[in-house]
């Protein structure tokens, strides 16, 4: 048991060192996302069923294996140092495409202060209420779908150059500037494919890179969806602009931490945190970010492993 779950801690590392072998890469990458299970089940094994020199030497191959897995990882957010920064709260939530009712999470979105509320899956039924629904997000703009890549951003401030551009796969982004009072925001909703197919698996890699360059260029954007992908999928691997604001919360079925808010150089971390899994089979996620000083920005570590 314990050189299985140890083969498993080492997936995200044969994902990137196989890429040259698409199946391998892809099947091996699907293995990453399991940490939760590999992790415990290393060290209960370790622990437990071995004694003397070998649980010394599963001990030292696990603690290198958890090392790696640290080194895989996109980096986080820069955690907020000035506490006079203008901030900015942010919401990510996959409603889940088989219901229609924003009330709940609208509701919890209010209660965390929210100013840009970034939705997946968001259906027709969905879209028409919270048109009709009276909330403190009068600015809108939602793709309503009929299969789970409906997206939207709703906000307090005004959105200026809203559009819905087509991704890896034809898979739609919603972008847009929010205008708020401290500045305008470039924004991102993004939903990739789950990698259940190695096409799907390299297109999601591809919507990664493509946002991370952007955010080389513009350092206060903020990406947020589902991306359906974990910390330690090979779908991150040389990210360098985008830093995890979320910090990696599980989100899909309290285990999975495949949903995230990743954001520029520009911004900095002061909050991160999940909401209920009430309405869908996704938690979702607020953040509040705070905004760094251009002399603060470095494109060569636009975030750190706080």
């Known amino acids: ?24 890469g892809w099947l091996s990458d699907l293995g990453s ?41 996109p980096p986080l957010a820069a ?27 609208m509701e919890w979105a209010l209660s965390q202060r929210a100013d840009i509320i970034l939705l997946q899956e968001v259906n027709g039924k969905f879209a028409q209420t919270l048109e009709t629904m009276t909330t403190g997000f009068p600015h809108r703009h939602l793709l309503a779908r009929d299969d789970p890549f409906g997206i939207g951003i709703v ?10 551009v087509t991704g890896p796969g034809g898979i739609p982004m919603l972008e847009a500037t ?45 990406v947020g969806g589902d991306f359906n992908a974990t910390p330690w999928s090979s779908a991150f691997n040389g990210v360098r602009h985008l830093g995890i604001a979320s910090r990696g919360l ?10 995230h808010v990743m954001v520029g150089s520009g911004w900095a971390l002061r909050m991160a945190d999940r909401g209920p899994a009430n309405w869908s089979d996704h938690r979702p996620l607020v953040v509040e970010l705070a905004r760094r000083s251009a002399g603060r920005h470095d494109d060569n570590n636009a ?4």
Do not use: C
């Open 79 to 105: 955690k907020a140092e000035a506490e006079d920064a203008p901030t900015l709260r942010v919401v990510t939530a996959n409603v889940m495409y088989t219901t229609g009712d924003p009330v709940g999470v």
């Open 178 to 222: 929010v205008d708020t009072p401290d500045g305008a925001v470039p924004v991102l909703v993004v939903h990739p494919f789950p990698p259940l197919t190695e096409v799907a698996h390299r297109e999601r890699a591809e919507l990664i890179h493509l946002v991370d360059t952007r955010a080389g260029k513009t350092p206060t954007l903020i």
């Open 303 to 306: 975030a750190s492993r706080q």
């Open 1 to 24: 048991m314990f050189l299985i779950a140890m083969l498993g801690i080492t997936t995200p590392w044969i994902s990137r060192l196989t890429v040259d072998m698409p199946r391998v």
């Open 33 to 73: 996302h399991w940490q939760w299970f590999f992790v415990p089940a290393a060290m209960f094994t370790g622990i437990f069923a071995w004694r003397g020199l070998a649980r010394i030497v599963a001990l030292l191959a696990l603690g290198a294996g958890l090392y790696g897995l640290w080194v895989v990882m």
């Open 250 to 259: 599980p989100t899909w079925r309290e285990v999975l931490p495949i949903d």
């Open 155 to 164: 906000s307090r401030y005004p959105l200026s150059h809203s559009a819905v």
